[in-house]
């Protein structure tokens, strides 16, 4: 959140204009367009998950028009990577959408990265000018190490529950039971913690709600109108040192 935008690839890979803009249903109908179906399943649909997620309907809404640009930024540039779009729903789950996201024992920002994993992938880490608090560099390293477990697994819940539990521990037991891909719904691969499972329904759950907002009762803000993020306009990207 990838096969949502109308329009050829190079149309998509042009510069942008300085005044262009995006509405929220050029972005959710990229993001609905292009998950699969069977992401909601009927058990997703009538889950606790958006149940959590929703407390007030009118609120929630004008939460998502709050989170329209780094949401479309964020679908944007899963689709151009070719990554499953649930991949995109994962700031949601993680923060949110909430840039400056900080949790006990290290994960920050957007995509809710450790400091090795934002290392990794060539984020600096640590005081203002960490990496994991820009939208646009968080989400380059986070896209970059979901590549990789697409990649690795072909399968994009095996690489939600990897992103969750750290790819290294969920090979490890798949190995050791002789599985190539995780089932949430079997708790297979065993040994992982309760929160991995509830990673992938909390995604279903969020699936569900992108195909059929209204069967929550919420409105989306298709009609609000937003200038797209653009590195040099990321408020929050770190600025060069120039040596100093």
């Known amino acids: 959140m990838l096969l949502g935008i109308a329009g050829s690839s190079a149309a998509q890979d042009a510069p942008k204009p ?3 803009q995006r509405s929220g249903q050029d972005v959710f109908l990229r993001i609905s367009g292009a998950l699969d179906p069977a992401s909601c399943t009927e058990a997703a649909a009538s889950s606790r998950w958006m149940k959590d997620y929703i407390h007030d309907t009118g609120r ?13 930024h964020v679908s944007y540039q899963a689709q151009k990577r070719g990554l499953p779009m649930e991949y995109a729903l994962i700031p949601f789950v993680e923060s949110r959408f909430q840039p400056k996201a900080v949790a006990k024992g290290g994960p920050t920002g957007l995509w809710q990265l450790m400091p090795e994993t934002g290392r990794h992938y060539g984020l600096r880490i640590g005081g203002k000018k960490d990496g994991r608090l820009s939208v646009i560099q968080s989400t380059d390293a986070a896209l970059s190490y979901l590549q990789k477990l697409q990649n690795m697994f072909g399968d994009w819940q095996t690489g939600i529950m990897a992103y969750n539990a750290g790819d290294s521990r969920l090979r ?16 297979l691969p065993t040994g992982l913690a309760p929160h991995t499972y509830a990673y992938v329904k909390k995604i279903q759950a969020l699936s569900c709600f992108m195909f059929n907002p209204a069967s929550f009762g919420v409105t989306l803000p298709n009609e609000t109108v937003f200038t797209p993020l653009e590195i040099d ?4 990207a770190p600025v060069p040192d120039n040596g100093n």
Do not use: E, H, N, Y
């Open 18 to 20: 300085a005044a262009f």
């Open 60 to 72: 929630f809404g004008q939460q998502l028009s709050v989170m329209l640009p780094i949401l479309d």
């Open 172 to 187: 490890g037991s798949l190995r050791r039971q002789g599985l190539d891909k995780a089932d949430a719904d079997r708790r």
């Open 233 to 236: 306009t990321d408020p929050l």
